[in-house]
């Protein structure tokens, strides 16, 4: 159930929606979890970053971006500085703008493992949804490695899989991978669509064949599947949204300041 100002009816313009943004929409409003948003705007909102966010994640996998574990991480040093634990920092004097489309637009350049792409990938998907100036000026300083270091993204965990949403990032399980390649232990993904997910390193696939990859990732004799976690996480789209229209929410006062979970993907753990 959708609600906004707290009440379940509400005008809004199928129009200005995409056929994927009005299909999120119509399984919100089924959902018999209830979903809050203080106004049209915020919801709206929410609909056009989810597409942001899984039109980064194929820009990214077109973009010819290599996996490489940090240890063989690489970047364009002209933007971004690499540092010791394989993460990369922005240099100074570059625009955080400038910093991140070069990824998409320079991919070969650069080599990361899936977790630091699901972070680049929330990174455009909010720059191509709030500008270039907001952007700029929210997120300076930028280091990209891996979950624990972006808490500026304001992360939102979840944990029914059932409630997940084009756009959303989820976690394939391989609890039983070869010990000689620990990059394998799991795949950050991102939700494209119904069964259709974006992990870097395997490509666009759905959940099945993400399964069969990580599954011949197994050690030898294993017969315990890869699976799909419980785990779905997402931005704050209401934080991102106040930020867009210059109405930070102090601190303090957000939920996921307040609550101060540790949640983890992979073998990051972030603050939601």
């Given at each position: 159930?959708i609600l906004?100002?707290?009440?379940p009816?509400?005008?809004?313009n199928p129009?200005?929606l995409?056929?994927?943004?009005r299909?999120i929409?119509?399984?919100k409003?089924r959902?018999q979890?209830v979903y809050?948003y203080?106004s049209v705007d915020?919801?709206?909102?929410e609909?056009?970053?989810?597409t942001?966010i899984?039109?980064?994640?194929?820009?990214?996998?077109a973009?010819?971006?290599?996996f490489?574990?940090?240890?063989g991480s690489?970047?364009?040093?002209?933007?971004w500085?690499?540092t010791?634990n394989?993460?990369?920092?922005?240099r100074?004097g570059v625009?955080?703008?400038?910093g991140?489309?070069?990824?998409?637009?320079?991919?070969?350049?650069y080599?990361f493992e899936?977790?630091g792409?699901?972070?680049?990938?929330?990174y455009?998907?909010?720059l191509?949804?709030v500008g270039e100036?907001v952007?700029n000026?929210?997120f300076?300083n930028?280091?990209?490695r891996?979950?624990?270091?972006?808490?500026?993204l304001?992360l939102?965990t979840?944990?029914?899989?059932?409630?997940?949403?084009?756009g959303?990032v989820?976690y394939f399980?391989?609890?039983?991978?070869?010990p000689e390649?620990?990059?394998?232990?799991?795949?950050?993904?991102?939700?494209?669509?119904?069964?259709?997910y974006?992990?870097?390193g395997?490509g666009?696939?759905?959940?099945?064949?993400i399964i069969?990859?990580?599954n011949?990732m197994?050690?030898?004799g294993?017969?315990?599947?890869a699976y799909?976690?419980?785990?779905?996480v997402h931005?704050?789209?209401e934080?991102?949204?106040?930020?867009?229209?210059n109405?930070?929410?102090?601190a303090?006062?957000r939920d996921?300041?307040r609550i101060g979970?540790?949640?983890?993907?992979?073998?990051s753990?972030f603050?939601i």
């Amino acid at each position: 159930m959708i609600l906004v100002s707290d009440s379940p009816t509400f005008e809004l313009n199928p129009l200005t929606l995409s056929e994927l943004e009005r299909r999120i929409l119509q399984a919100k409003r089924r959902s018999q979890v209830v979903y809050r948003y203080p106004s049209v705007d915020a919801l709206v909102f929410e609909m056009k970053m989810r597409t942001h966010i899984i039109e980064a994640a194929k820009a990214l996998y077109a973009g010819g971006a290599n996996f490489a574990t940090f240890e063989g991480s690489k970047c364009n040093e002209k933007y971004w500085i690499r540092t010791a634990n394989g993460g990369f920092q922005l240099r100074g004097g570059v625009l955080p703008s400038v910093g991140i489309t070069d990824i998409f637009e320079n991919g070969h350049l650069y080599g990361f493992e899936c977790a630091g792409a699901i972070i680049i990938i929330l990174y455009k998907a909010v720059l191509e949804t709030v500008g270039e100036a907001v952007f700029n000026a929210y997120f300076q300083n930028l280091f990209l490695r891996d979950w624990q270091y972006d808490r500026d993204l304001s992360l939102i965990t979840t944990y029914n899989k059932n409630e997940a949403y084009p756009g959303d990032v989820l976690y394939f399980k391989n609890p039983d991978h070869d010990p000689e390649t620990p990059e394998w232990q799991g795949e950050n993904v991102i939700m494209l669509d119904d069964n259709l997910y974006f992990g870097h390193g395997i490509g666009i696939e759905s959940g099945q064949d993400i399964i069969a990859a990580l599954n011949r990732m197994r050690r030898r004799g294993s017969t315990i599947s890869a699976y799909l976690q419980d785990l779905v996480v997402h931005p704050d789209f209401e934080y991102l949204r106040r930020l867009s229209v210059n109405d930070v929410i102090p601190a303090g006062q957000r939920d996921y300041e307040r609550i101060g979970i540790a949640g983890s993907v992979g073998e990051s753990t972030f603050l939601i």
